[in-house]
């Protein structure tokens, strides 16, 4: 049976601590429900009711604007080794672009990762956990390294040009904050 919680609990913490992969789950009013992975050592839990995240650059651009439109989120981890748990995190998000107020002084919790476009700010208003009966075990082999030396290469002003180019839009046609920045 699940359990519910007001906020995460130590041992849920040291848990999220542990994973090496987490889904974010967004949602505009209208259009499509967003899933996405997310991996690398980019989320830190700041309190049991309030965690961040860095917003990795990748081929879509779909979670800030979702939240901009609808700022509900969820966060969902599982175990994929010896205990069976899935983990979800409920609440509401705003998500902190590189150049908003407030993003220096967030990003001093995170690290410092190529290809960071934004910081999603979770406040949680829920946790559930139930069992990962189902969840097959896995193992960890390593972080894949692409997505660093990618964003590494492109440099600064290359980063911002991809975010123009294949950033500026959702999957449902809505803007992003990069529609129309050099």
């Not at 049991?48 to 981890?77: C, K, Q, V, Y």
């Not at 748990?85 to 919790?109: E, S």
Request: charged residues 20%.
């Amino acid at each position: 049976m699940g359990k519910r919680f007001d906020a995460l609990q130590p041992d849920q913490i040291a848990f999220i601590a542990a994973q090496k992969v987490f889904f974010v789950a967004t949602a505009p009013a209208t259009g499509r429900i967003n899933l996405s992975p997310k991996g690398m050592d980019a989320l830190r839990v700041l309190t049991p009711n309030r965690i961040l995240w860095l917003n990795l650059t990748g081929s879509g651009n779909e979670t800030a604007p979702h939240l901009a439109a609808d700022p509900r989120i969820t966060l969902m981890w599982m175990s994929v080794t010896t205990r069976p748990i899935i983990l979800r995190a409920y609440g509401t998000a705003t998500a902190i672009h590189r150049d908003a107020p407030g993003w220096d002084a967030l990003a001093q919790a995170l690290p410092d990762l190529p290809g960071a476009r934004q910081i999603v700010d979770v406040t949680i208003d829920l946790v559930q956990s139930s069992c990962g009966f189902a969840v097959p075990l896995m193992d960890f082999r390593e972080e894949r390294p692409v997505l660093r030396s990618w964003a590494e290469q492109k440099g600064e002003a290359g980063l911002r040009a991809y975010w123009a180019e294949r950033n500026a839009e959702t999957i449902d046609g809505a803007p992003t904050e990069f529609r129309h920045k050099p």
